[in-house]
């Protein structure tokens, strides 16, 4: 029998985990169809990639206003509005008639989900602190991967079996289950609200303050660039394996568990060894993994192998360094500011974002292929690793307050 704080804390996991469901399926469930859109709307590659970066610009351009929103009016109001604005932008995407069409009903599925990415880290940072938070993102994180590795492979045999609108129209329906499971169950979590939140002056001030935080930049940074990593390979990843290596899209849908199973590892790791070695030290590991799989890419393609084996296993690295990372930046750019958590959680989830979007963007602009992988993976490791170097180790963080 659950205590009123076990089922109260039970909802609010059980929430988080829809929201953050939500966006790893609307962002990459339809990759497997990219090629198919392409010949579909007569596009080139670089054009059609760009249903990737906007949906990405969307969501971190929203997420900066999501979070005074939440701050002032609470978190569920605000992320019910966001789940609607997916499900309308779901439904655009599932009509279009032209590419300019998708691209455009994109970034407003993607301005939507702006307020699930950032929003759940706020929620878990309004009920959890410290080295208690690190642990329960790592546990959410296995749970999150089922859907992390479900989404493009649900994509691959909607691709094969009923086309690519088949993942626009599931995207619509999941929007629409977790529009009625919130409403109904999550409780709200900001116990702090302030009406000087959406004060322009507020923002201005309470952003800078972000900004001009040390360690808050440097883990938020180091999430970034792991972000990037992924969103790199799914951007270049479908037409190097289907159109080069001849993948099925179902296939490519495959690898993703490879991917969620590997990132399952990093994060079931950082869970049983965080509360002893703290989130800085574990973040290391994460970032170091990504390094040795950068260098490794580009090695393999200075040797000229090109391969299923050689591009799969240096991603399969970089999906397990993810496990480590993400859990261990979140915990540690939040624990400074429980007063402000909508708003850090907005600042951190848009980062992230514009970062990941970038990429993608940077990527596109370059024919897919071995080498544009390689490299943007190894210069996106060294920058991780010049983040990592910025952290003040002696600032008070999950150390001070320990597993509360």
Aim: hydrophobic fraction near 50%.
């Amino acid at each position: 029998m659950m205590t009123t704080t076990q089922r109260h804390e039970f909802f609010v996991i059980a929430s988080m985990f829809l929201l953050a469901s939500l966006t790893p399926f609307t962002l990459d469930g339809y990759t497997p169809s990219l090629p198919s859109i392409a010949l579909v709307f007569h596009a080139n590659e670089g054009l059609v990639q760009l249903t990737m970066s906007l949906f990405l610009l969307g969501s971190a351009l929203t997420q900066l206003i999501y979070g005074p929103l939440s701050d002032r009016f609470g978190r569920k109001k605000i992320i019910l509005i966001g789940i609607s604005l997916c499900l309308f932008g779901s439904i655009l995407c599932t009509l279009s008639k032209t590419i300019l069409w998708l691209i455009t009903a994109r970034f407003i599925q993607g301005a939507g989900t702006g307020a699930a990415n950032s929003l759940f880290r706020a929620v878990m940072r309004d009920v959890f602190g410290g080295n208690r938070m690190a642990q329960v993102a790592s546990y959410l994180g296995m749970a999150f991967t089922v859907v992390l590795a479900a989404a493009p492979v649900l994509g691959g045999y909607f691709q094969v079996h009923f086309g690519w609108r088949a993942s626009f129209i599931f995207m619509a329906a999941l929007s629409a289950f977790d529009l009625i499971i919130i409403a109904r169950f999550l409780p709200e979590t900001n116990g702090n609200l302030s009406a000087d939140s959406t004060r322009l002056s507020v923002i201005g001030k309470t952003y800078y303050s972000l900004l001009s935080h040390r360690n808050f930049v440097a883990y938020t940074l180091c999430s970034t660039i792991a972000f990037a990593s992924l969103m790199t390979y799914y951007a270049i990843g479908p037409f190097l394996l289907q159109n080069d290596l001849k993948f099925t899209p179902i296939q490519f849908g495959y690898m993703s568990i490879l991917i969620a199973g590997t990132t399952t590892i990093g994060q079931f790791i950082n869970a049983k060894l965080v509360l002893e070695y703290g989130t800085e030290k574990m973040l290391r590991v994460g970032v170091y993994l990504m390094l040795l799989s950068g260098i490794s890419m580009v090695a393999i393609f200075f040797l000229g192998i090109f391969s299923k084996i050689a591009i799969i296993l240096p991603v399969l690295l970089i999906s397990t360094a993810a496990g480590f990372v993400f859990s261990n930046a979140m915990a540690g750019a939040f624990y400074p500011f429980p007063h402000i958590a909508g708003m850090a959680g907005a600042m951190y989830g848009s980062l992230q974002i514009l970062g990941s979007g970038a990429s993608t963007l940077i990527a596109s602009s370059f024919l897919p292929s071995q080498a544009s992988l390689a490299f943007t993976e190894l210069a996106l490791a060294l920058c991780a690793l010049g983040m990592v170097k910025q952290i003040n180790p002696h600032q008070p963080l999950a150390h001070a307050r320990g597993a509360d």
